[in-house]
């Protein structure tokens, strides 16, 4: 592209700080370099026309784990390590709301829940026998009660009688937090560039190149938070996981409030108004959905309307108004990867399917490597 003098000078030069990727890890750290450096010229490179990977397209819950998956983590985990995954989503979590606001966020604290299905009651009988451990784990970080159990008083279908319930689970608008975190950085002088595909990094001495679509510039530090899209840029373990989502039309009268965990996590829903939004099904085809390519396929959809019809609202018509998917980063380790990784150029990636608990605080820590 031939810029002009006027686009050199002003977005181009003398860049003191480039972010890659405009997701929430990117916007974070963005807005903590500001914090820390006043003066410094910070912009970001995102390739979407928004940003395109999870931070715009998730499910929105502002949740830390759920009772199963609690107790499945401390099958491959230490408990310390355990608590730390949980303080992190809990701190992550306050940050964010601290930075937003509940008002912006469009913050409720409806709690979340868990259903067991019938064929596998095994898993409703180990949770509910781990409960008062899980609890007792937890103490030291909410000093009350986490998990309970309560009737299934939303009719769910070919589910156990209980759920456990979540008291401080909630949920948030994620087009909300994003607009206010995108607001938020440019109204504090950080340049966004969208449709800027970083192609390629390298280190020049005391700065990095950094090659996009459209443009090469030199920049003093680069950190990158492409999460999902990492591997293309940089030598990291982190793997593409698609996760498709769909949305119903209002449904009259919704009586499902809250958000909702299902078969250890793999499925996840909640109301957005009189809407149910439910995502998941990875499962069904891990291969498959290790992609950076957006999209949605018969398989997962297909399962994700079953289980609407035949077990979530069993009795009411309804009809699906909108699909859509988005791209995660996972690894072998629910651990992020926040780290230096040449003289100029440093990563806060691999933030699974927990990235809105934690992407602020990833981000604040990236820019805190500095
Ligand atoms: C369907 C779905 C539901 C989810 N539900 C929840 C939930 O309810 N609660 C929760 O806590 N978490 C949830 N998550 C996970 C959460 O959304 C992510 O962990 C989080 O958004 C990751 O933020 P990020 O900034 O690291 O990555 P991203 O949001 O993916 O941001 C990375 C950005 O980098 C850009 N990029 C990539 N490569 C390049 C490049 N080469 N050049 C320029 N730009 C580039 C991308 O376009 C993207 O905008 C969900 C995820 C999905 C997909």
Redesign the pocket.
């Known amino acids: 592209m031939n810029l002009s003098y006027w686009e050199i000078k002003t977005w181009l030069t003398n860049v003191d700080f480039t972010v890659?990727?405009?997701?929430?890890?990117?916007?974070s750290c963005a807005l903590e370099l500001r914090r820390k450096y006043p003066q410094a010229k910070i912009i970001i490179?995102?390739?979407?026309m928004l940003?395109?990977?999870?931070?715009?397209?998730?499910?929105?819950?502002?949740?830390f784990g759920s009772l199963s998956e609690i107790i499945d983590d401390l099958q491959n985990h230490s408990e310390e390590e355990v608590i730390d995954l949980v303080a992190k989503r809990v701190n992550g979590l306050q940050l964010l709301r601290k930075t937003v606001g509940d008002r912006q966020l469009d913050y409720k604290p409806f709690g979340g829940y868990e259903l067991f299905l019938k064929n596998d009651e095994s898993l409703f009988l180990k949770c509910k026998s781990q409960k008062d451990t899980i609890n007792k784990l937890l103490k030291p970080l909410f000093y009350e009660e986490v998990f309970s159990f309560k009737p299934n008083e939303f009719g769910f279908n070919h589910a156990v009688e209980q759920l456990s319930f979540n008291q401080f689970e909630g949920q948030i608008d994620t087009g909300k937090m994003m607009d206010a975190l995108l607001k938020k950085a440019q109204s504090s002088g950080i340049k966004i560039l969208n449709n800027?595909?970083?192609?390629e990094i390298s280190e020049n001495n005391d700065s990095a190149v950094i090659k996009?679509n459209n443009f090469e510039i030199k920049s003093n530090k680069v950190l990158i938070?492409?999460?999902?899209?990492a591997s293309?840029?940089i030598n990291q373990k982190v793997a593409p996981a698609?996760?498709?989502?769909l949305i119903t039309k209002p449904i009259k009268n919704l009586h499902i409030k809250g958000?909702f965990h299902l078969d250890k996590g793999y499925y996840?829903f909640r109301n957005i108004e009189d809407r149910i939004l439910f995502?998941g099904g990875r499962n069904l085809d891990f291969k498959g959905e290790e992609t950076t390519e957006f999209g949605q396929t018969e398989l997962i959809q297909e399962k994700l309307e079953d289980l609407l019809r035949t077990t979530i609202i069993p009795n009411i018509d309804f009809e699906i108004d909108h699909r859509w998917?988005?791209?995660?980063?996972v690894g072998n380790q629910k651990k992020s990867i926040v780290k230096q990784i040449s003289n100029n150029v440093f990563c806060?990636?691999r933030?699974?399917?927990?990235?809105?608990?934690?992407?602020s605080l990833?981000?604040k820590e990236l820019a805190d490597l500095l």
């Not at 890659?20 to 916007?27: D, F, Q, R």
């Not at 938070?225 to 899209?229: E, I, L, S």
């Not at 698609?242 to 989502?245: D, S």
């Open positions: 890659v990727g405009s997701g929430i890890v990117g916007l490179l995102e390739k979407g940003p395109q990977g999870a931070s715009t397209k998730n499910a929105g819950f502002a949740c800027c595909l970083v192609n996009t938070a492409t999460n999902g899209f293309q840029l698609r996760a498709q989502v958000t996840y995502g998917s988005g791209i995660m980063g806060g990636v933030l699974g399917g927990m990235g809105v608990a934690i992407g990833v981000g």
